[in-house]
């Protein structure tokens, strides 16, 4: 399996990326997708793909960066065009916190969405990392406005209820899953995972955050911990673990374009 969300280019990791792709490679963690945060993160998101071989990265404006201009949205452009690059984003809207303010999040996601339907017509046709917080009702409106397919999306980090998930199924995104679905409190997400279809379903960890129980508050998470979580919500679903193994690669592949084998 890969871990399909993690941040490689965070401080955390500064030095040592070999080594944690080797402790992942360990717990049979066989690659990584890099996810990007701003129009110079994905640079660096890049270099570390070019360097790695099970590598991927992403390019897009995380929300809580909404305010880290001015924007330059011809590296976003660069860096999906390198072949290295899998999917637009993390991109979205986040509503747990006050800063950046919500109107400016919400500029900066349109002016991205506008982008990513204008390289679609020029043939740079990505898959969509989306971040959403506590913001459902605000995010899915301005994605059906948009000229992309449902199924091209895919909510990283899911951490809402049964209701939200209905809404996104409904939608028709993909939705992936981290260490939050292993903690004892969150029983509402893991009643959410069991209603998501085989074919819509994929693991990350976040890394550097949310490490998985039972090593919840150890700072970093590594991709590593993402078969920790893997198994973990295997078992939720009543899923034997070679066939949810063999469906979770499945999605990654063909949502991502990429071996996960």
Not at 46 to 54: E, R
Not at 89 to 97: C, I, Q, R, T, V
Request: glycine content about 6%; aromatic content about 8%; charged content about 20%.
């Amino acid at each position: 399996m890969i871990d399909t969300h993690c941040h490689l280019t965070f401080p955390d990791f500064a030095g040592r990326v070999e080594s944690v792709l080797a402790r992942a490679a360990e717990h049979a963690v066989k690659g990584c997708i890099t996810i990007s945060t701003t129009t110079a993160d994905c640079l660096k998101a890049l270099q570390i793909a070019k360097t790695f071989a099970n590598v991927w990265c992403t390019a897009g404006v995380h929300p809580l960066y909404a305010d880290n201009g001015p924007h330059e949205w011809g590296n976003l452009l660069t860096v999906a065009r390198s072949g290295r690059c899998v999917a637009w984003g993390e991109l979205g809207l986040d509503n747990h916190y006050d800063d950046p303010p919500k109107e400016l999040q919400r500029q900066v996601l349109e002016e991205q969405l506008a982008h990513i339907v204008g390289w679609k017509q020029q043939g740079v046709d990505l898959p969509v990392v989306l971040h959403c917080r506590e913001a459902f009702d605000d995010l899915l409106p301005i994605l059906r406005g948009q000229a992309l397919d449902p199924a091209r999306f895919v909510f990283h980090c899911f951490t809402g209820g049964t209701s939200d998930m209905r809404k996104v199924l409904d939608f028709g995104a993909s939705v992936s899953f981290t260490g939050v679905a292993t903690y004892r409190n969150a029983q509402e997400v893991r009643e959410a995972i069991c209603m998501v279809p085989a074919d819509r379903l994929m693991i990350e960890t976040d890394a550097p955050y949310l490490s998985p129980d039972p090593h919840r508050g150890e700072r970093p998470c590594e991709p590593w911990m993402a078969s920790v979580t893997a198994r973990s919500v295997a078992q939720t679903r009543g899923t034997p673990w070679d066939l949810f193994h063999e469906q979770i690669n499945a999605t990654t592949r063909r949502f991502y374009g990429i071996d996960a084998s």
